[in-house]
């Protein structure tokens, strides 16, 4: 856990006015949780995040990490217990990949032989195969290569919490995407507690679990995304997080907060056409999905379909496009409605079950929920 | 003819004397790497204290040498070392402090400023990143400091003949008082074999001494 307490610090210009680029900044970070700083620049984010590992000195306040006050221990030692991520990415360029990931290790005096498998064991996580890139120096590699790098270097000594300024800022759209979600994935594992700088207010609301939004060196709202983009403090933070929060939203949303359980609703491909006929008939239902062989949803029939027909619903069904899941955000399916020209999609649990399906309304009526909650 | 004639039947002395000249600038310059590379990164801290000392270097190097040699006569008379090869080694390490502070201070100070934060963030000391980063980064240009000095303390060094340093400058200075045209030549030619080769030593070094990950890769 990270807590701010009072956090604050005021720059002097060379003509001797103050400024007040941080002002009493208190927050928590829960352990296990990315916290992104965010807001225009010359906000105080950034020099919100080198306090904490005082690259740049605070004028008052208290850090604490995991209840320990960090504001006075030797600056050396809690920089080596923090992981630091920055944007320009600053690998050694005399040093090969290996010597880069084990720098802190080596700083901390490991044996070589931990040292060694510690490195391997980073570069596997980043994905990049250590037999290929451990002798490879920096300049041989691309840039989202360098900033996995970066990430698995500040990863090194398991620091207690991460530090990132902008650290995929520098990544074309495409990798940047990619390195999020991998970032993401290898977070759900680590649990590591973080503080990152951003001013993408979509990597925000993609990354964090919690966003800070700052403005002249004020904390203007510390809350969810969720919250953040339905319930905006100010007119500051409506304005910042922009005209289509609720899209925004939608990608905080998962199917499962708006899909509609219908899990009866299906019939078997090798059923009959009375069969189908009958379970609308009993449940008032306009449309039923039709099961493949494995039980996955490969279509649906609606009731006039199958008037006056008979045989089995394999024969009359109508083709579906994409099959969303419990987990898979409102923005996507909502997307993939538009793209297919369907007002719904089926839904399915995690071992591929059909669950319900979700339409337009249902996300409507959560995002509403989401909003006054 | 009558040149070539004259080089080969005094090789020992011509070997003997260019000895002496390569003695002399060994002397003076390894001190002067050893002091002229921690100066030129002590002052990347401060612009200020930066240009004081370079301008001090830089008007060091440009009293004539002889003008050196003369002051240098009455301050070590009192020790015993009036002429001879101290005040010329002397006068050479004054010399070589520039080409390699100046170089110095101007490859650490264009080090990536994001190296540095890294390295300050990840908790490193001053002296841990100039030792794993800043130094093996600077070598190269450092390198070619310590070249430029070389080359311009073999030219300097001919001229500390006149106070009895010895070297290749005998055969120049010898040359010209006794208008012996195969002596002056002989000196010039002696002077210019030795600056060419220390300069291709000093290149191949400078090559194999750039940190890997820095080299120009061949196309």
Redesign the interface.
Known sequence: MIKLQDLTKVFQTPEGTDIVAADKINMEVETGEICILIGPSGCGKTTTLKMV?R?IQPTSGKIYINGKDVTQID??????QL??V?Q?????????IKENVG??PK?LKWDKKRINDRTVELLEMMALDPAVFADR???QLSGGQQQRV?VA??LAADPEAL?MDEPFGAVDPINRAVIQDEFLKMQRKLKKTILFVSHDIDEAVKMGDKIAIFKDGVLEQYDTPARILGNPANDFVDAFVGADSAIKRLGVLNCEDAYFHEPEGFVTRNETVGKARELMAQKSYSRVVVLGKNGNPKGYITKSDIEGKDGKVNDHHHPIHYIADLKTDCRTALSKMLDNETTWLPVVDESGTYQGYINQMGITHALGRTKRA | MEIIHYMASNMDLILQKTWEHIFIISIAIIPAIFTAVPIGIAITANDDHAKKVITTASVILTIPSLAIFGILIPVLSPFGYGIGEVPAIIALYFYSQLPILRNTYTAIKNV?P????????????LM?RLI??EI??ATPVILAGVRTAVVVNISIATIASYIGAGGLGDFIARGISQTDKRQLVAGIIGVSILAICSDMFLAYLQKILT????REEKR
């Open positions: 590992n690259l600056t050396i030692e809690l920089r080596r992981g630091y920055i320009q990415i600053g690998l050694f360029p005399n040093l090969t720098l802190v700083l120096y920096p300049r970066g270097r500040a530090l | 990536d994001a190296l540095r934060e890294a390295a300050n963030g990840m908790g490193m000391t841990q794993y980063a093996p980064l940190p890997k990950g820095i």
